[in-house]
C-alpha cells in the first residue's frame, strides 16, 4: 500500500461513498480479498452469514490499520502484520464461538494463533497457557 497510498486513500477516503458505482467494486474487491484468505485457511462454502459478517469487520479493522501506517509510518511492519493476524484469529475464534458450524476447523485457527504468535511481540494467551515462548 506504501506505493500506492494515495490511490488506497483516495479509494478508502474519498470515492467509498460518492459514486454507487466505485463504492460496488470497491466492496467486491474487498470481499474478493475476504475469500481468498477464507479460502487459503479452508472455509467451507457457502460461507456462513457469520463468517461473511465477520470477516467484513475484520476488513474494516485492516483498512484502518493501512490507513493509519499510511498516515503515520511510526508502527513496524512486523507489528502491523501481527496486529492484522492476531485481529483474524480473534475474529475467526469469536465466530466459531457464536457458531461451531461457521465453516473454520479450530486446528487452522490455532495454527494462525501460532504463526501470529511467531512475530515478535508478547506472548499470546495460547503462548502463557501452553509455557511457550
Do not use: C
Not at 48 to 77: F, K, N, T
Not at 112 to 122: H, I, K, M, Q, R
Request: no cysteine; charged share 25%; hydrophobic share 40%.
Amino acid at each position: 500500500m506504501d506505493r500506492h497510498a494515495a490511490g488506497f486513500l483516495t479509494l478508502i477516503r474519498g470515492g467509498n461513498g460518492s459514486d454507487p458505482e466505485v463504492r460496488a467494486i470497491i466492496e467486491d474487491l474487498r470481499w474478493q480479498g475476504a475469500l481468498r484468505i477464507l479460502d487459503a485457511l479452508g472455509a467451507e462454502h457457502p460461507i456462513h452469514p457469520v463468517l461473511r459478517a465477520s470477516m467484513r469487520g475484520w476488513v474494516g479493522y485492516l483498512d484502518e490499520l493501512i490507513v493509519d501506517h499510511i498516515q503515520h509510518h511510526d508502527v513496524p511492519q512486523e507489528h502491523l502484520v501481527r496486529l492484522a493476524t492476531s485481529a483474524l484469529t480473534a475474529t475467526l475464534r469469536t465466530a466459531r464461538a457464536i457458531n461451531p458450524d461457521v465453516g473454520i476447523a479450530p486446528a487452522t485457527v490455532d495454527r494462525l494463533e501460532d504463526t501470529s504468535a511467531s512475530t515478535p511481540g508478547p506472548k499470546t494467551k495460547r503462548q502463557a497457557r501452553e509455557g511457550t515462548p
